[in-house]
């Protein structure tokens, strides 16, 4: 065999390797069979801005096809802004079987701010229980007493930009439960009315300016 032909044999393979990095011809497909209009020259315009087609494209088609009103420009800036696409478009789609109103611009507001998007939305369906560590607070009667609260709460959506987290809750109940016990004449008047405690907590409004809404306190 000429000796031209074997050097150009292996040149043509990286050319042709280098050409399908570049042009992403599987994932183009993949998108046109799931009906999401991607052009070749987008997907080339991706890998020269360093992003990477898939982590772009496998989320829009998933959106797609949940009915979700997201288009390519949205994610690769959310993308390239560091955040998680992927997640964001989870958060989108369980939000939007949970009938829980969040706009795409939310849920990338919320997960640029260090939040779990997908986690606040499933709490925001399903409560989470924060537990208390040991609280020692001491009546007026000078007994004390060992409290340990568990804290049932909603993540609330519209205030996970800039809202507390879990660690202001327990702090701030600990706080009422050292209050309400401390302002007790007798001891026995919180063991035998626990709940007054719950109350006084709750009364206070505990989860101003947190992420979450306080449904019961035991």
């Known amino acids: 065999m ?14 042709i390797m280098v050409f399908l990095y570049v042009v992403p011809l599987g994932l183009w497909v993949s998108a046109l069979a799931a009906g999401v ?29 949940a009915g979700l009103e997201v288009n390519v420009n949205q994610l690769e800036a959310h993308y ?18 949970a009938s829980i109103p969040l706009t795409f611009e939310r849920s990338a507001a919320i997960d640029l701010a ?8 499933q709490m925001s369906v399903n409560p989470k229980v924060i537990e208390t560590p040991i609280i020692s607070a001491v009546a007026k009667n000078g007994i004390e007493l060992k409290v340990r609260a568990r804290v049932t709460v909603r993540a609330n959506i519209d205030r996970l930009v800039g809202g507390a987290g879990e660690a202001t809750i327990i702090a701030r109940v600990g706080e009422g439960i050292v209050t309400t016990v401390g302002s007790s004449e007798e001891h026995t008047d919180v063991l035998e009315n626990p709940d007054h405690i719950s109350r006084t907590v709750l009364g206070k409004g505990l989860d101003a300016g947190t992420a979450f809404e306080i449904l019961s306190i035991d």
């Open 2 to 15: 000429d000796v031209g032909i074997l050097i150009l044999i292996p040149i043509l393979l990286i050319g």
């Open 37 to 65: 209009n991607v052009g070749i020259f987008t997907l080339v315009g991706m890998r020269l801005r360093r992003v990477n087609p898939s982590q772009i494209v496998m989320p829009l088609i998933k959106a797609n096809k």
């Open 80 to 97: 390239l802004a560091g955040g998680d696409v992927d997640r964001v478009v989870d958060a989108l789609i369980a939000a939007e079987r």
């Open 114 to 121: 260090g939040r779990d998007v997908l986690e606040a939305v």
